[in-house]
């Protein structure tokens, strides 16, 4: 029996992000309430976009398919 395919981001490791450069958006408070967006350069993770809430920075990140990313912005408009 095998496991039905998986949707959805993924939940990387730190070590694949470790060098990442994160950034926040620009419409951000100095509150610290908000999400930070990375391109991570590895090969595991190469081509997604990375998520994380930047009051953890050592917790853990989401990792998004451009497309679903896209969609995600999409359903926020």
């Known amino acids: ?3 039905p395919p998986r949707h959805g981001p993924t939940v990387p490791t ?5 060098a990442a450069r994160w950034r926040r ?4 408070t100095g509150a610290n309430n908000c999400v930070e967006t990375a391109r991570p350069n ?3 993770v190469a081509g997604r976009l990375a998520v994380r809430d ?3 920075p050592a917790g853990p990140a989401l ?4 497309t679903a990313w ?3 912005i999409d359903s926020l408009r």
């Open 1 to 3: 029996m095998t496991a």
């Open 14 to 18: 730190t070590a694949l992000l470790g």
């Open 25 to 28: 958006s620009s419409r951000s």
């Open 42 to 44: 590895g090969r595991a």
């Open 54 to 56: 930047s009051k953890d």
């Open 63 to 66: 990792l998004f398919t451009p």
């Open 70 to 72: 896209e969609g995600f």
